[in-house]
């Protein structure tokens, strides 16, 4: 089970502001855009380190659900081996592989990886030419570039994201199965136009939008 959370954010222009002269045209739309895009981010934030409870918020006096990231839902831990230089070691990328494929975490034999800047500068320092048995090619997929590693009959996508860097977390990674997660919507992402000026409220343009949903895994251990 899971608890989906509520991503709401609301902007607001008074129609003076939108009447004036500026240096720099810097309108509603603008601020839209901007406001989305640290929306997103906070999804992307929550959907992968949130951690799922119920708390009180005093000033609106009512319950709040956070839901779970997919960081919390995973099956297991896995340590890589990495020298000195912080490069990993062939022999363990491809232990990681068949642990990938193998067992309770088979699914999938195309897994991504999301991971640190460490982690990945790791990978990208692996001496890969010792090992036959391990490939690299580069894939695009969801308009993404991924660096792919082919071995033990599974492929691994690997992408660095600055969120893990964010929250301190530059050597760590998270395995997903993409067959496996599910985006559950209970609402989805809408942008609703408010007549404050109509109805009263204040001389102003406002734009609130909204989207309610959750992550899940059908196999904890493929992700």
Known sequence: ????????????????????????????????R??????????????LFSTKQ??????????????????WQAGDDYALVTDNAGAVAAGSMVDFMEHLN?????????????????????????ERDKLQVLKQDIEKLWNVE???FSAFAGKLLAVHSELFDEVGMEDCGLVIDPDEVTLATFMPFTRTQLELKKS??????????????????????TA
């Not at 502001?17 to 500026?22: A, G, L």
């Not at 901007?34 to 959907?47: H, N, T, V, Y």
């Not at 119920?54 to 960081?71: A, C, R």
């Not at 309770?104 to 800047?117: C, D, E, M, P």
């Open 34 to 47: 901007e406001a989305i895009f640290d929306m997103k981010r906070g999804q992307e934030l929550s959907r």
């Open 102 to 126: 193998t067992g309770v975490n088979a699914g999938s034999k195309k897994k991504i990886l999301v991971a640190g800047s460490k982690l990945i500068s790791g990978l990208t320092k692996m």
């Open 54 to 71: 119920v708390v009180w918020h005093p000033s609106k006096n009512e319950q709040m659900f956070n839901t779970e990231g997919l960081w």
């Open 146 to 148: 991924f660096t792919g």
């Open 200 to 221: 009263g409220q204040s001389n102003s343009e406002a734009v609130v939008f909204q989207q309610i949903d959750c992550v899940y895994v059908a196999n904890p251990y």
């Open 1 to 32: 089970t899971n608890y989906c959370q509520n991503y709401m954010f609301q902007i607001k222009q008074s129609i003076i502001d939108r009447m004036s002269d500026k240096e720099v045209p810097f309108s509603l739309t603008d601020l839209e």
